[in-house]
C-alpha cells in the first residue's frame, strides 16, 4: 500500500514538474548595446535583471554564459560580419525559447534604456519595455519589474493576437546631414520605436537588432536619395510585409522626426508622417505616438486602389490632386479610409469623376471607359461663328462647356465664347465672365496668357482702364514670352500715349 | 519582504504606466510649442499671408516659400501640397517645379519627377538643384548614364555641389570607372571637409574595388571622426579592425 502511495505520490510530483515546466519560458540575456560606449553600463544591465529573474517561477533562465558562443555571434552580426539568418532556427539546441536584448541610451542626462524579449526562431519582438529614467538603476528596476509579469499566457496570446496581420521591421533612421547637429538621436530613436512598436501594435514586430543587420553589407552612401537596394526584396523573403525608414531633423530650437511606411511586396509608400519636438526628452513619447499611427495607418486605415482606364494613359486625380497615369494599363494608389472623389482626364475624351468608398487592407478596382467628346457641338458653333451667327455660336460653345466638363477641350470653347462676347457680341461683362471661369480652370500656361489678355480687354471695354492695366501688367510680367503679352504690349502703348 | 518589494515596484510601475498614457498629451504640447517657434513660427505666418494674398502670383510665390521650408524640415507630405498649390497658381516658376519633382521623389513617383524637374529646367536651364534632382530621379529609374549626365551638369553649374560629386562618384564606381570615382569623392571632401559620407564611401572604394588597404583604414577612420556620433560606429571600427588597423 505505502509502495503504491510513493508511486502515487513520485507520479503525481512528477507531472506537477511537467506542467509547470510547460508554463514556464525558457530565457537568456544577451549583452546589452551601449549607445554610451560604457562597457560597465552594459555588465551591470545584464546582471542586473539576471539576479532579479533568477527566482521567478515562471521563467528558466539560462545564464548567457550557457549560450556564449550564440552571443558571440550575435555580435558578429550586430558588426555586419555575419550573415543575420545564422542566429535563427537556434532555440532547441540552446535551449531557451526566448532572448532578451536590449540598449542602453541617454538623451539630455535621461537614461533611455529598452529591453525586448523576442522568439529566438523567428526574432519576432513578443514583449518589450521601454523605459526613461532619471538615473540607470531605476530604468532597469522597472524594467525589471514589469518582466516579473511576463508569464507564458500572455506570450501566447500576444503571438496569437498577431497572426496574419502585416509585419512591421524598421531598417533605418538617417541624420541629417545638411547642417550637423551637435546632437544625434537616431540610434536611440530607432530602438524607443522598435520597442514602442512591440507594444502599441498588435502588428508582428522584427526586432530590430535583426532587420538593421539585414542590409549592413559595404554598401555605398548616396546623398539626398535613397540608394537602390535590395532591401524591400531582403525583407519581404524575411515575411516583412512594412518596412520603417526616416530621418530625424535638428534645428537650433526644434527636432522633426520625418518616417515612412514602405510596403516590402509592391515597394510603395503607404504613408509619410512628420512631428516636431522642442525638448529632446519628448522623443520616447513620439516614438510612441508614431507606433499608434503607424497601427492605425496599417490596420484600419490604409486601402489600395487599382484604376484601369480606357483609353490607357489617362491622367487620374483624386480628390482634386494628381495621382498619376494609366500608363501601364493601370494605376496603383494607397488611400486612406473613406470616401475618396476619383477623376479621370484624356485628351479628346469627356472628363469621369466618381466617388468611391475605401476599406482599409482592402483593394479596390475601378474600371472607367472614358467617352470620347463628340466634338459636334464644337463643330456647329465653329460652323456658326463663320457664318457670323454669333449668338448660336456661343450657345453652342456654352454647350459643349457643359458637356466636357474641366477639360482642355473646354477651355478652348470657353476662351472662343469669350473672343465672341467680347469683339463680335460687345456683352462685356458676360466677356469678363468667361475669361474669368476659363482662369479659373487653370489651363496651360498658353491659354492662361490668352485669358488674361481677354480678361484685360473685357475690362477695358467696360472703361476700367485700371483694372485692365494691372491685368495687363500681370500679363507682360509673369508670361512675357507669349504671343498675348506681345499684343498686350501694343495696348499699353496707347495708354502711355492718351 | 520581497512581496512587499515585488508591490512596491508594481506600484512604481503603474505610476510609470500612468504617466506613459500621457504621451499624446506630452508630442500636443510639444507640437503646439514648436509649431510657436523658428521655422514653424515662419511657415503660419506665410500660410496666413496665403490667405490674404490678392492674385495667382502671389499665391503662388507664397506657397513656393512654405514648400521650401517643409523641404528642410523633409515633411513631405505639406512639401507636396504647397509645391502643387505653387505650380497651380503659376505655372511657369521653375523652383515650384524643381520642389515638385523633389516632392514626388520623395514619395516614390519617379517618372513624375522627371516630367516635373524637365518642365523646371527648361524654364531655367542652369539651376543646378533640378539638374541634381533630375539625376536622383534617374538614378532611381536605374537609368545610371543619364543620371551621371545631370550630376555632371549640376556640378558644372555649381562647382560647390557636393552631394552630386558624391553620387556621381558612386556611379563612376558603379560603372567601374574608379579613378573618376575617387576623384570626386575627394572633389566632395575638399568642398566640404565636414561631409562624412564622402570619407566612407572612400573608404568602401578602396578597400572594395581598388583593395588599398592603407587607404581604406585612413577615410574609414576620418569618416568616424567627421561623425563623432555615427549610428555605425560599432560597424566601421570592426572594419577597420579587420583590415589590420588602430583604433
Known amino acids: ?498 | 519582504m520581497k512581496k512587499i518589494i515585488l508591490l512596491l515596484l508594481i506600484s512604481f510601475l503603474t505610476f510609470s504606466c500612468n504617466k506613459k498614457q500621457d504621451e499624446s498629451a506630452i508630442v500636443n504640447q510639444e507640437t503646439n510649442a514648436a509649431n510657436r517657434i523658428g521655422i514653424n513660427k515662419e511657415i503660419n505666418k506665410l500660410k496666413e499671408q496665403l490667405t490674404k494674398a490678392p492674385n495667382d502670383f502671389e499665391r503662388a510665390v507664397t506657397s513656393n516659400k512654405i514648400a521650401e521650408l517643409e523641404a528642410l524640415k523633409g515633411n513631405v507630405t505639406s512639401m507636396f501640397e504647397y509645391s502643387q498649390k505653387a505650380v497651380k497658381y503659376q505655372p511657369n516658376l521653375y523652383k515650384s517645379r524643381y520642389l515638385l519633382g523633389k516632392s514626388y521623389n520623395e514619395l516614390g513617383r519617379y517618372q513624375d519627377a522627371i516630367k516635373e524637374l524637365e518642365e523646371s529646367i527648361q524654364l531655367k536651364s542652369d539651376f543646378a538643384p533640378a539638374h541634381f534632382e533630375l539625376g536622383n530621379s534617374l538614378y532611381k529609374m536605374y537609368n545610371y548614364p543619364k543620371a551621371i549626365e545631370e550630376y555632371l551638369v549640376a556640378i558644372k553649374l555649381d562647382p560647390t555641389l557636393y552631394m552630386a560629386m558624391n553620387n556621381v562618384a558612386l556611379l563612376y564606381a558603379e560603372t567601374r570607372k574608379h579613378a573618376e570615382a575617387e576623384q570626386f569623392l575627394k572633389k566632395a571632401i575638399e568642398v566640404k571637409p565636414d561631409f562624412a559620407p564622402a570619407y566612407k564611401n572612400l573608404g568602401i572604394l578602396y578597400e572594395t574595388r581598388l583593395k588599398n588597404k592603407q587607404s581604406a583604414i585612413e577615410y574609414y577612420t576620418r569618416y568616424l571622426k567627421a561623425r563623432p556620433n555615427a549610428p555605425d560606429r560599432k560597424v566601421v571600427e570592426s572594419w577597420i579592425r579587420v583590415l589590420g588597423g588602430a583604433l
Not at chain 1, 165 to 182: C, D, Q
Not at chain 1, 358 to 365: A, D, N, S
Not at chain 1, 384 to 401: H, I, L, T
Open chain 1, 1 to 498: 500500500m505505502k509502495k503504491i502511495i510513493l508511486t502515487a505520490i513520485i507520479i503525481t510530483a512528477l507531472f506537477s514538474i511537467l506542467i509547470a515546466q510547460e508554463d514556464t519560458i525558457r530565457v537568456s540575456i544577451a549583452p546589452f548595446d551601449n549607445t554610451l560606449a560604457d562597457q560597465q553600463l552594459s555588465l551591470s544591465a545584464t546582471s542586473m535583471l539576471t539576479q532579479s529573474l533568477s527566482n521567478n517561477t515562471k521563467m528558466v533562465l539560462r545564464k548567457p554564459e550557457a549560450i556564449q558562443n550564440y552571443i558571440n555571434l550575435l555580435e558578429k552580426v550586430q558588426l555586419g560580419i555575419e550573415d543575420p539568418n545564422i542566429l535563427k532556427g537556434k532555440g532547441n539546441a540552446l535551449q531557451i525559447d526566448y532572448l532578451m536584448v536590449g540598449t542602453i541610451g541617454k538623451i539630455a542626462d535621461r537614461y533611455e534604456l529598452d529591453a525586448r524579449l523576442v522568439d529566438i526562431n523567428t526574432w519576432q519582438i513578443v514583449s518589450a519595455y521601454g523605459v526613461q529614467a532619471s538615473s540607470f538603476n531605476t530604468g532597469i528596476e522597472n524594467i525589471a519589474a514589469n518582466l516579473s509579469l511576463l508569464n507564458k499566457n500572455s506570450i501566447t496570446q500576444y503571438q496569437e493576437a498577431s497572426k496574419e496581420k502585416p509585419t512591421a521591421g524598421i531598417h533605418e533612421f538617417r541624420e541629417y546631414y545638411e547642417n550637423p547637429p551637435n546632437a544625434l538621436y537616431c540610434a536611440t530613436f530607432m530602438e524607443m520605436l522598435t520597442s514602442a512598436l512591440a507594444n502599441k501594435t498588435t502588428n508582428p514586430t522584427i526586432e530590430n537588432k535583426f532587420t538593421s543587420r539585414l542590409l549592413e553589407e559595404k554598401s555605398f552612401e548616396m546623398t539626398g536619395i535613397i540608394e537602390n537596394s535590395k532591401a524591400d526584396h531582403i525583407f519581404a523573403i524575411q515575411g516583412i510585409t512594412n518596412r520603417i525608414i526616416g530621418d530625424i531633423r535638428v534645428f537650433p530650437d526644434l527636432i522633426t522626426v520625418n518616417y515612412k511606411i514602405v510596403n516590402t511586396g509592391s515597394q510603395s509608400i503607404l504613408f509619410t508622417g512628420s512631428i516636431d519636438v522642442v525638448n529632446p526628452t519628448a522623443l520616447r513619447a513620439v516614438s510612441l505616438h508614431i507606433a499608434k499611427i503607424i497601427d492605425d495607418a496599417l490596420n484600419n486605415k490604409i486601402g489600395n486602389l487599382t484604376i484601369n482606364t480606357t483609353p490607357v494613359d489617362a491622367e487620374i486625380y483624386i480628390d482634386d490632386t494628381f495621382a498619376g497615369t494609366t500608363k501601364n494599363k493601370s494605376l496603383m494608389v494607397v488611400l486612406q479610409r473613406g470616401t475618396h472623389t476619383i477623376t479621370a482626364k484624356a485628351e479628346g475624351f469627356k472628363a469621369f469623376t466618381c466617388q468611391s468608398n475605401f476599406e482599409p487592407r482592402k483593394t479596390t478596382e475601378i474600371i472607367i471607359k472614358l467617352e470620347r467628346i463628340t466634338e459636334r457641338y464644337l463643330q456647329e458653333a465653329f460652323v456658326f461663328e463663320s457664318q457670323g451667327k454669333f449668338d448660336r455660336a456661343v450657345e453652342k460653345y456654352e454647350q459643349f462647356v457643359k458637356e466636357t466638363g474641366n477639360t482642355q477641350e473646354a477651355n478652348v470653347a470657353l476662351y472662343r465664347m469669350g473672343h465672341i462676347l467680347l469683339n463680335n457680341l460687345k456683352d462685356y461683362n458676360k466677356a469678363k465672365d468667361v475669361f474669368t471661369s476659363l482662369l479659373n480652370n487653370y489651363p496651360e500656361a498658353f491659354i492662361r496668357a490668352e485669358g488674361y489678355f481677354g480678361l484685360a480687354q473685357s475690362y477695358l471695354a467696360m472703361g476700367n482702364k485700371e483694372q485692365a492695366k494691372s491685368t495687363i501688367n500681370y500679363l507682360l510680367e509673369y508670361y512675357p514670352e507669349s504671343n498675348a503679352a506681345i499684343e498686350a504690349k501694343a495696348i499699353i502703348k496707347t495708354f502711355e500715349a492718351k
